[in-house]
Each structure stands twice: as C-alpha cells, then as structure tokens.
C-alpha cells in the first residue's frame, strides 16, 4: 500500500515543495461521522452546570447536571469545553449516567469550578492497535474544528486541535520528528466544538505490520 | 502584507487529506544563494572523532583553509547522515584537514567511509523566531543542509532530501521551530558533486514592532 504527500509553500512567490511517497504492508483507514451531542437543538438548550466537583470533590472528576439527555452510557470518552470553548478538560470517561446527570472520572486535568457553563461532547473513537514506530505516514482531518487525540491504554499520547477543514499529517523524512514514536497506540478520538449537524472526520496511517 | 500559503494532499491508501493555509505578515525574506558543489571522498582519520582528515579529494577542489565545511554520507542501513560547520586547517595534495580547531557537530564515520565533503555558505541575516509565520527551504539539486544560527549556535538544522523541500508554516500543527532563537546567519551546503547549485530559502515573519 502506498501514501503521498504532494504539498508546497509559497513564500514571496518562490514554492518550496515537498513531494514523498511510502509504502508499507499496513493501513488503517477510517471515516466517520462524528458525534454530536444533541445535533438538532441549539447550543444554548445544553449548557450545563458541575452540578459537585470543580476539583474539590474528588481529582480530575466531576458530575454534569442540568440535561435530560440520555446520549452517554457508561464507558464513553467524553471532554468538556468551557470559558466559550477556549479550554477543556479531556480524557475522562463516563463512569455512571442518569436521567439529568453524567458522572466523569479519570480525565487529564481538573474539572474548573462547580457551576461552570460549558458543553459536554462525546468523543468520536476508534479503536485501532498500532506502534508509533512503525509508521510510515499519518494523516487526520475533519470538517468541523476538532481535537483528535491519539490514546495509549487511555492515556493521552498525542492532541491536535484541527481547524474546520484542514488536515494535520506526519510523513517520514519530511525533516519532523515522528510524533508518536515509542507508542502503543489503543484509540483515536475526535471531539468536536460549536458545530451542530453531521460533520465527517477521517483517519489514515501507514505502517509496517509485518514481522 | 505578504501571504504565505500551503496547498497540498495527503493520501494514503486513496484516502485524501486536504491541506491548505494561509498566513499574512508584514515581513518577508527570499534568498537565493549559490552554494559551491561538493567532492567525495574517504576518511582517512578521525574517524569516530569531531575531528579529521578526508582524503582521495579531486585536486580541483575549490575547498580551502578559509572554509568551513559539512561531511555528508550514507550509513549501513541507508540512512542520511551528516556533521556539519568543522573549519578546514589545512588542504593538501588530495586530502583536506578538518575540525581541528572549530569541531563538526558530531563524529565522523569510521576511518574508511565513502564521505561527501562540501564547504557551507554563511547567509547573513536578523529575524526574531518568535515572529515567523512561514519558513521555508530547498536545494536546486542534490541533497542539501540548512542551519539557522543564533549567535553561532545552531538553533535549527535540517537534512534535506535531494529533490525535496522543507517548510513550516503557522497551522500546520507542529510548534514553530525556532521560536525563542534571534537568527542572524544561516549557513548553508550541498551535497551534489557535479557542479555548484542554488540554495533557496524564504522567511516570512512579523517585523512591525
């Protein structure tokens, strides 16, 4: 199987181009549309509250309250945006649901204070099982802006943040160290902010999976 | 106001991945400089060492006491492999003495390896790091070394690929490479042996304070 990258800047007209190919027994493709937390009301209709948390109840967890819907189920990865979307807190995982709550335990950071308006997505995943040396090229877009994090055992390993139609792409000897060298990697996850509707979000690696 | 822009693809497997960005600064630098060529040759000492002597060196060399010089080579698992900026003391019949008072950034392969020697080119310049939006660089032909300097200490070097370019632009996901650094030279080379080449490099960067 075989990946390209065919990419150029032009800086004060002159190109400077890189234009690569590999090739490798393995690919991991995936496309998918993303999840959307309630993809026909408005933002406004799911603001939430920590309902107890805020980092004071217990480290990198919280309780969502203030919501009737029923979206999560217990082992979803979730991340919650606040401050307009300008921070978040990823990594955590639905560890108990109910009618009007959603309790989240395990995330990266501490959840910010009890009250905090903000929205609670379910992360797009995919389950995947490669190393991050062998890889040859990766790639990762979406149509809406996102963050894709790369997990290792539900351990973060890597985040980009996308902007709304770009991709973001590693390839051997293009001069950038392989981000994800010396990792197992067990999950990608795409989350979403702001949009609402069907937004597609795709995966591709190519890798060395031959002993 | 000056534009950078990235317009490309990724594909893997026939999946694509579009990649388009823009960028607008004030500033911008373009340099086109012509880089002498190169000559192979054999180390003859010090190998394993910042320092030593490379012989076998056509006798046309345009290499001399003056240069600072860039040791190219392939190694056993065909990876590129270089040292760059020893000083040249002394050029002799076909062999060149090298590293002795200004060391080459690391060892040189073993006594014996087939090696490319090339003198660098030293592009003065003055651009804050933190200020780029866009860089970019590519060798006309053959595989090539750029280093952007800071008060002579290599801040950033890159190995570029015979026919290949190197760029990063603000979006493209990885952190800008030589924020924090005051560039005041770029030394360039390459590693091609049939004749003198063009080195491009462009800067565009924010130079209102």
Known sequence: MKATVDAYVNILG?????????????????????????????????????????????TFSGTFAAFDDDTYTVGDRVTFFYNGGVDKVVGGLVSDEGANFVRVTGADTNFPAEETVGYLFKDTSIDVSFEGDDLECFAVYCEAAATVTFWASDVSKLAIDLTAGQ????????????????????????????????????????????? | MGTAK???????????????????????????????MA???????????????????????????????DVYWVDAAGDPQIVYGGDVSDV???????????????????????????????????????????????CSVGRGHI?????AVAELT??????????????????????????????????DTIADRTFYVGVQYDSVS
């Open chain 1, 14 to 58: 002159k190109r400077y181009g890189i234009e690569q190919m590999a090739e490798e027994e393995g690919v991991i493709k995936h496309e998918s549309v993303l999840n959307t937390w309630i993809p026909s009301e408005s933002l406004a209709a799911v603001e939430i509250d920590i309902g107890f948390g805020g980092g004071t109840e217990s």
């Open chain 1, 167 to 211: 991709s973001y792409f590693w390839m051997k000897n293009t001069g950038y160290t392989n981000p994800l060298a010396g990792e197992s990697i067990t999950e990608v996850g795409f989350v979403m902010y702001g949009a609402v509707g069907t937004e597609v979000c795709k995966f591709a690696a190519l890798h060395n999976n031959v002993e």
């Open chain 2, 6 to 36: 990235l317009d490309g693809n990724v594909s893997i497997a026939g999946m694509g991945f579009p990649v388009h960005i823009s960028v607008e600064d004030e500033g911008g630098i373009g340099q086109q400089v012509t880089v002498p």
């Open chain 2, 39 to 69: 000559y192979a040759g054999t180390v003859k000492s010090g190998g394993g060492t910042t320092d030593g002597v490379i012989e076998g060196v056509a006798l046309t060399t345009t290499i001399t006491a003056a240069d600072n010089v």
């Open chain 2, 92 to 138: 002799t019949d076909d062999e060149i003495t090298c590293g002795g008072v200004t060391a080459f950034s690391g060892n040189l392969p073993a006594n014996g390896y087939a090696v490319i020697i090339a003198a660098r080119k030293v592009v003065t310049t003055a651009f804050l790091g933190t200020a780029v939006s866009a860089v970019a660089a590519y």
């Open chain 2, 147 to 151: 280093a952007f300097i800071d008060t």
């Open chain 2, 158 to 191: 890159v190995d570029i690929a015979d026919g290949e370019g190197w760029f990063w632009i603000e979006g493209l996901g990885y952190a800008n490479p030589i924020t924090g650094d005051d560039i005041d030279e770029i030394w360039v080379s390459t590693a």
